[in-house]
């Protein structure tokens, strides 16, 4: 797998240890393999190991890590059913982790008709899951949770969860019955409470929701984080997710949502019912900060980009901030970034270029849209906002793309876009899309990627 982010585990693990707990909490090992070996006991050693990830889980307790050997794992014998049937049901926290790190040898398949992977468990005086390095594929699920389904009980109750180094790919939600939603084809994640979730360096890749019940909708074909709390997508690709409403890539609702160094590429909303959006994907209730993305290429009938929503049944003050920072937004069909209802939308060192109708559009305000050191093609603004700021570009000068056709929207060496943005605290140490040193001469660029100049190299001995 491709790999997008350059922040390590070792420290995300350890910063998520010192949010979680007082002092390093450490458990037990168990194993699951399929080597041909004796499964005896507790599984505790590899020539012990279970024959089946569920076994594995079921003698762990709170805190233990489960290693899976490299294979294929589908239904065991003593699945458990918790809203259809599940390759994996873990009902308390623990850390899943393959052997080897690499997702394409370590693989949980549904076999097309049971769901990967559900997270579900009670108050606990711990709280993190872990799921690090599997591919989960070609799964199936009733309604919710695809690939894999993620939910504190109660659901009132906060919990952290972490899915890093995975693939999701080829999973359906898919429901057939009255007033029952399709919701998240890929990841489906849910609490009324502050469930933290991070999603780390993952490929999320052609997942569908869908609904075969004329008249439903259907939710999230990738990924759907439906809940308050802090959500974090840092270093993923998620690309060619599909649902039948809203967020062809994504949907979240969600109290504090920060994406960065992420590619959203080829999601598509199918329903061309007007007041569904977000081909890419469909933020509501609450705020959202995008940095060092690239949304291109993504497909719907409104706002295929980025479609941002709040209720009106909310007061203003809460319809929430969308912070657009160094992103490029590209080629979409249809409006790059719609705003329905926001309290305020910044952009900043941003690129919106040649989305089909429009970079961005606003309505059902009151909106403040404010744009600084951004270049901006065929701007439209609706709905009593206004634009101001400083440092922008707009149509007639080309901000000199290497080759926007093929996907590639990083720039030449004469660009406009080379240090023409405004640095600002959170880049100090940060990099850009590509993993480089987020300010490199000085300045920052716009747009996702800091350009890196030519230049003749000298040997000394």
């Not at 794992?73 to 873990?90: A, C």
């Not at 790190?101 to 992977?117: A, E, F």
């Not at 059902?364 to 400083?390: D, E, K, L, Q």
């Given at each position: 797998?491709?790999?997008?982010?350059?922040?390590?585990?070792?420290?995300?693990?350890?910063?998520?240890?010192?949010?979680?707990f007082s002092?390093?909490?450490?458990?037990?090992?168990?194993?699951?393999?399929?080597?041909?070996?004796?499964?005896?006991?507790l599984?505790?050693?590899?020539?012990?190991a279970?024959?089946?990830?569920q076994?594995?889980?079921?003698v762990?307790?709170?805190?233990?890590?489960?290693?899976v050997?490299?294979?294929?794992?589908?239904?065991?014998?003593?699945t458990?059913n918790?809203?259809?049937?599940?390759?994996v049901?873990?009902?308390?926290?623990?850390?899943?982790?393959?052997?080897?790190?690499?997702?394409?040898?370590?693989i949980?398949?549904?076999?097309g008709?049971?769901?990967?992977?559900?997270?579900?468990?009670?108050?606990?005086?711990?709280?993190?899951?872990?799921?690090?390095?599997f591919t989960?594929?070609?799964?199936?699920?009733?309604?919710?949770?695809?690939?894999?389904?993620v939910?504190?009980?109660?659901?009132?109750?906060?919990?952290?969860?972490?899915?890093v180094?995975?693939?999701?790919?080829?999973?359906?939600a898919?429901?057939?019955?009255?007033?029952?939603?399709?919701?998240?084809?890929?990841?489906?994640?849910?609490?009324?409470?502050?469930?933290?979730?991070?999603?780390?360096?993952?490929?999320?890749?052609?997942?569908?929701?869908?609904?075969?019940?004329?008249?439903?909708?259907?939710?999230?074909?990738?990924?759907?984080?439906?809940?308050?709390?802090?959500?974090?997508?840092t270093?993923?690709?998620?690309?060619?997710?599909?649902?039948?409403?809203?967020g062809?890539?994504?949907?979240?609702?969600?109290?504090?949502?920060?994406?960065?160094?992420?590619?959203?590429r080829?999601?598509?909303?199918?329903?061309?019912?007007?007041?569904?959006?977000?081909?890419?994907?469909y933020?509501?209730?609450g705020?959202?900060?995008?940095?060092?993305?690239?949304?291109?290429n993504?497909?719907?009938?409104?706002?295929?980009?980025?479609?941002?929503?709040?209720s009106?049944?909310?007061?203003?003050?809460?319809y929430?901030?969308?912070?657009?920072?160094?992103c490029?937004?590209?080629?979409n069909?249809?409006?790059?970034?719609?705003?329905?209802?926001?309290d305020?939308?910044?952009?900043?060192?941003?690129?919106?270029?040649?989305?089909?109708?429009?970079?961005?559009?606003?309505?059902?305000?009151?909106i403040?849209f404010?744009?600084t050191?951004?270049w901006?093609?065929?701007n439209s603004?609706?709905?009593?906002?206004?634009?101001?700021?400083?440092?922008?570009i707009?149509?007639?000068?080309?901000?000199?793309?290497?080759?926007?056709?093929?996907?590639?929207?990083r720039?030449?060496?004469?660009?406009?876009c080379?240090?023409?943005?405004?640095n600002?605290?959170?880049?100090?140490?940060?990099?850009?899309?590509?993993?480089?040193k987020?300010?490199?001469h000085?300045?920052?660029?716009m747009?996702?990627?800091?350009?890196l100049?030519e230049?003749?190299?000298?040997?000394?001995?």
């Amino acid at each position: 797998m491709k790999r997008f982010s350059y922040i390590g585990l070792a420290g995300f693990l350890a910063a998520a240890s010192l949010m979680l707990f007082s002092g390093p909490v450490y458990g037990a090992d168990r194993y699951a393999a399929q080597n041909g070996q004796t499964p005896a006991g507790l599984y505790a050693t590899w020539e012990t190991a279970a024959s089946n990830i569920q076994d594995a889980v079921n003698v762990a307790d709170a805190n233990d890590t489960v290693w899976v050997g490299a294979g294929r794992y589908t239904l065991p014998p003593n699945t458990t059913n918790y809203w259809g049937s599940n390759v994996v049901y873990i009902n308390r926290p623990l850390s899943l982790k393959s052997s080897n790190g690499v997702p394409d040898k370590t693989i949980i398949d549904g076999q097309g008709k049971h769901r990967g992977i559900t997270w579900y468990y009670a108050a606990h005086s711990t709280s993190l899951f872990l799921l690090d390095g599997f591919t989960i594929t070609n799964c199936w699920a009733t309604n919710m949770g695809g690939g894999i389904f993620v939910a504190p009980s109660p659901a009132n109750y906060a919990l952290t969860a972490a899915v890093v180094n995975c693939v999701i790919s080829d999973n359906i939600a898919s429901s057939s019955q009255t007033n029952l939603q399709a919701i998240g084809g890929g990841i489906y994640a849910f609490s009324y409470g502050g469930f933290g979730l991070t999603l780390s360096n993952c490929v999320v890749r052609n997942n569908i929701a869908t609904n075969v019940t004329t008249g439903q909708v259907s939710y999230a074909g990738g990924i759907c984080l439906y809940s308050s709390g802090r959500k974090h997508i840092t270093g993923c690709l998620v690309e060619n997710n599909r649902s039948m409403a809203y967020g062809g890539g994504m949907y979240a609702v969600s109290s504090d949502l920060l994406i960065e160094n992420s590619i959203f590429r080829g999601n598509r909303n199918e329903n061309w019912d007007y007041n569904y959006g977000g081909g890419a994907m469909y933020l509501t209730a609450g705020s959202a900060t995008l940095r060092n993305c690239l949304v291109y290429n993504n497909y719907c009938n409104n706002g295929a980009g980025i479609y941002k929503f709040a209720s009106a049944y909310l007061p203003p003050e809460q319809y929430g901030l969308l912070d657009i920072q160094n992103c490029t937004i590209a080629c979409n069909t249809n409006y790059g970034i719609y705003e329905r209802r926001a309290d305020k939308l910044n952009v900043g060192n941003s690129i919106l270029y040649t989305n089909t109708i429009a970079s961005i559009a606003v309505a059902a305000g009151p909106i403040v849209f404010f744009a600084t050191n951004s270049w901006i093609y065929y701007n439209s603004v609706t709905g009593g906002s206004f634009f101001h700021g400083v440092g922008n570009i707009t149509n007639g000068i080309d901000p000199c793309f290497q080759n926007p056709a093929g996907g590639n929207y990083r720039f030449t060496k004469d660009s406009p876009c080379y240090n023409s943005g405004t640095n600002q605290d959170w880049m100090t140490g940060a990099n850009d899309l590509d993993g480089r040193k987020r300010i490199r001469h000085g300045c920052v660029d716009m747009g996702a990627y800091e350009l890196l100049q030519e230049a003749t190299v000298y040997r000394f001995r």
